[in-house]
């Protein structure tokens, strides 16, 4: 696994505030400290898991573009298994929401009951109706989805992990990096915008770590669709 630090200066107030008051929905509220890195102004490479397990990371949210991922899945030959990688970018922290988002194309069923799901095994789906473009092309972009929510939710939590190489949530990160929370990439390095690496606290090149979060070859999942389902 290669992990790619950078650390970034923080005042002194930012460094021992202490967690924020959670929401209503996220249960009784901490009084743990947020312990944030100090600069060395260093870039560190890792060969494993090191870094991550001797940080206090504190709250992790999770934003994943779903798109990207899918994208990346296929140039890697591989297949995600969603429980996986969950646990692999919560890395035995707190986890405050992890995100999906995505495409919908209403017609596929099947695409249906994969997100039914991913609502199901600890994901929050944000969906967006696919446009066809002038070319035929069926698409969609979150990224303002990604960027509201990253901001928004930013009082309460500490760590976030971005799961994009797109370099139009660079300024989203940079947004939350000055208040204080510390920002993780995971993606390709290779299909990575470098205006994204630079921004963030860290980088994960997810070739490096996709033995941890590929499906077995011999098990897979049944996912319900609306029509074999019991809701």
């Not at 194309?105 to 600890?122: A, V």
């Not at 949530?169 to 000055?178: C, E, G, K, Q, T």
Request: aromatic share 8%; with cysteine.
């Amino acid at each position: 696994m290669i992990i790619t630090n950078f650390s970034k200066q923080r005042n002194e107030l930012n460094e021992s505030k202490v967690l924020k008051a959670k929401p209503h929905w996220q249960g009784q509220n901490l009084s743990d400290t947020a312990v944030k890195g100090k600069d060395t102004k260093m870039r560190d490479t890792a060969t494993d898991t090191s870094i991550l397990n001797t940080l206090n990371r504190g709250r992790v949210a999770i934003f994943i573009d779903g798109l990207s991922l899918f994208h990346t899945a296929l140039q890697l030959g591989i297949e995600i298994d969603y429980v996986k990688l969950l646990c692999h970018l919560t890395n035995g922290s707190r986890l405050l929401r992890a995100f999906f988002y995505t495409g919908v194309d209403i017609t596929n069923e099947k695409q249906q009951g994969f997100l039914l799901w991913m609502r199901r095994n600890g994901y929050r789906v944000v969906a967006k109706d696919l446009v066809v473009s002038p070319d035929n092309f069926k698409k969609s972009n979150l990224n303002v989805e990604i960027a509201v929510d990253m901001i928004t939710l930013a009082p309460y939590y500490d760590t976030a992990v971005l799961v994009s190489g797109d370099g139009d949530l660079a300024y989203a990160v940079n947004a939350v990096s000055r208040m204080g929370v510390r920002v993780e990439v995971v993606s390709l390095q290779t299909t990575t915008s470098e205006s994204l690496i630079d921004v963030a606290d860290c980088f994960i090149d997810i070739d490096s770590i996709k033995a941890y979060i590929q499906k077995d070859s011999n098990l897979g999942y049944t996912y319900r669709t609306p029509t074999n389902s019991n809701l």
